[in-house]
């Protein structure tokens, strides 16, 4: 198979004034416009997790990229979706399933601005959309600092809670930080999902694992040249090596 990239993205909207920590994670509604639209006229089908294992398979032959969404930002729903809907593509954001209608409580230790993540009723608009969604745990845990125990809590009750509440089958996973240990890759897969996304960079290629994909970031920075050599060219496997 053709190596398939799947994009990473956090928020889609105006990055907070310069200076504030972590503005990187903010993509503008413009630029993912462009993003997806440029995808669109190249032939490529943007596709959810769910979607685009065939492909990583190597059951199904195509022009596809995974679109993932971390957190669950209700900026995901306010502005990603649309622009999603109009080029038919689908999606997969991962959810705190603790933490729905809360905020990323977890980032504020490191002075990272608050913001809103969506409630139930706002997942359930989402999947109505056409997309997807995604276990990112029970509270966005350091799964390589809890004990198994809680590990174990917060991935498979994750996925219950998520599947009863949202009357689905949550199938996706998303490791907090791309933080794992090799215990927590045989709870996963215990757990009933069926793939699992890290945040170590690079396509995924014909062989990998469905419990360790790879992904490429987009960030604030990532004007849409860059963002054509992540996707058509090999730059982003100079990282498999590592
Ligand atoms: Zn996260």
Redesign the pocket.
């Known amino acids: 198979m053709r190596p398939i990239p799947i994009l990473t993205y956090h928020q889609i909207a105006q990055a907070p004034a310069r200076g504030a920590p972590m503005r990187s994670l903010y993509v503008s509604l413009s630029a993912f416009a462009l993003q997806m639209q440029t995808l669109s006229l190249l032939g490529y089908q943007g596709l959810s997790m769910t979607a685009l294992m065939p492909y990583l398979q190597g059951k199904k032959k195509g022009k596809v990229v995974g679109i993932t969404f971390?957190?669950g930002y209700v900026n995901n729903l306010e502005n990603a979706s649309e622009v999603l809907k109009k080029f038919h593509f689908s999606s997969t954001c991962?959810v705190v399933s603790e933490l729905l209608g809360r905020t990323n409580v977890w980032d504020h230790a490191l002075g990272i601005a608050s913001a809103p993540l969506m409630d139930l009723k706002q997942l359930q608009q989402w999947i109505t959309s056409g997309q997807e969604i995604g276990s990112?745990t029970q509270h966005?845990v350091d799964l390589t600092s809890t004990d198994t125990q809680t590990s174990q809590s917060e991935i498979l009750n994750s996925r219950i809670s998520l599947s009863q509440q949202l009357n689905t089958n949550i199938q996706q996973f998303?490791y907090?930080?791309g933080r794992y240990a090799p215990e927590h890759i045989d709870i996963v897969r215990a757990a009933g999902y069926v793939a699992a996304t890290t945040t170590a960079r690079g396509k995924v290629h014909a062989g990998d694992s469905a419990f360790e994909l790879r992904r490429i970031p987009v960030v604030r920075s990532t004007a849409l040249p860059q963002f054509l050599i992540k996707i058509l060219s090999s730059y982003e496997d100079r990282y498999r090596s590592a």
């Open positions: 971390d957190d991962y990112h966005h998303c907090p930080y």
